[in-house]
């Protein structure tokens, strides 16, 4: 049976761990030919290793996706290995500050400058200049596609650290207006907004005993999530079988309350 992107292309930011490995090595599996890109250069080939050998193709490269031209690169050099570009998933991100132990955020009214201003760089510009390079090249080539952002329940939800919050809100309406200029050009752009997730991101809440169970005390099913739950959701946006939707942030969190 064919899988649900057979041939299609997709590139995968933050494609050296946690959501966007998970996501990566699921596209392959059905059927995609994946770029993993990740300011970690050895983390994105560990994707690519993992892909190759499960019988996939995927190329990996190194980006800091706050850089507009090296995203123009990245989607360069995917048309060159792969002829084109069909999915993006813009997955690279950072949580807030963390000062001193234990490893709280900063409340905004505390938190330095350039700390709120390097999260909403990394996950508010990062995301939007991702977005731009694969989304010109769509226009450009004709091309209609699928454009997903990890956003976060923190779009809703004003979590310890608002940098992060702020930046995620940010992404969640970037999503709807992008939705809205490229859905004549047959691209759709949605987000993924997902609850607390084991990956290394969330290593230190997990590991705190406090904070885990204040987590767990706000996710009615009363569990982190894995990263291939949002995979699986990531796959859905980006398949077919989500043609008819756009400008839309599906959270796969557990069922946190977000009002
Ligand atoms: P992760 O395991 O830390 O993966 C994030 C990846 O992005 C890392 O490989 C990181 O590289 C990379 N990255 C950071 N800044 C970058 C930049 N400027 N350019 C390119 N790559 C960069 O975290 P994750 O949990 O998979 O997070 C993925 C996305 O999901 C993020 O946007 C996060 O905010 C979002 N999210 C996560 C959760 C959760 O519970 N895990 C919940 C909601 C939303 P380095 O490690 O080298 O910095």
């Known amino acids: 049976?064919?899988?649900?992107?057979?041939?299609?292309?997709?590139?995968?930011?933050?494609?050296?761990?946690?959501?966007?490995?998970?996501?990566?090595?699921?596209?392959?599996?059905?059927?995609?030919?994946?770029?993993?890109?990740?300011?970690?250069?050895?983390?994105?080939?560990?994707?690519?290793?993992?892909?190759?050998?499960?019988?996939?193709?995927?190329?990996?490269?190194?980006?800091?996706?706050?850089?507009?031209?090296?995203?123009?690169?990245?989607?360069?050099?995917?048309?060159?290995?792969?002829?084109?570009?069909?999915?993006?998933?813009?997955?690279?991100?950072i949580g807030s500050a963390r000062p001193g132990a234990p490893p709280i955020p900063f409340p905004v009214l505390n938190t330095p400058a350039d700390a709120f201003r390097r999260v909403i760089d990394v996950n508010l510009y990062g995301v939007l200049f991702s977005d731009r390079a694969a989304g010109r090249w769509m226009v450009a080539n004709r091309r209609p596609g699928s454009i997903i952002n990890i956003a976060s329940v923190a779009a809703y939800v004003a979590l310890p650290g608002g940098a992060y919050s702020v930046s995620k809100a940010g992404v969640h309406m970037l999503t709807k207006v992008l939705a809205q200029e490229l859905a004549p050009a047959g691209i759709r752009v949605n987000a993924i907004g997902p609850g607390f997730i084991e990956t290394p991101m969330t290593a230190m809440l997990r590991e705190d005993e406090a904070r885990r169970a204040w987590v767990l005390g706000m996710t009615p099913l009363g569990r982190f999530g894995r990263p291939e739950e949002v995979a699986s959701t990531a796959l859905f946006l980006a398949s077919d079988e989500s043609s008819y939707y756009t400008g839309e942030l599906l959270l796969p969190s557990g069922g946190i309350f977000h009002g």
């Open 1 to 93: 049976m064919a899988g649900r992107l057979e041939g299609k292309v997709a590139i995968i930011t933050g494609g050296g761990s946690g959501l966007g490995r998970a996501s990566a090595v699921r596209f392959a599996a059905e059927g995609a030919m994946v770029c993993a890109a990740d300011l970690s250069l050895e983390g994105a080939a560990e994707t690519v290793h993992a892909i190759e050998t499960a019988g996939g193709k995927a190329i990996a490269f190194q980006i800091d996706t706050t850089d507009e031209a090296a995203n123009d690169e990245m989607v360069r050099r995917t048309v060159e290995a792969f002829g084109g570009v069909d999915v993006l998933l813009a997955g690279a991100g």
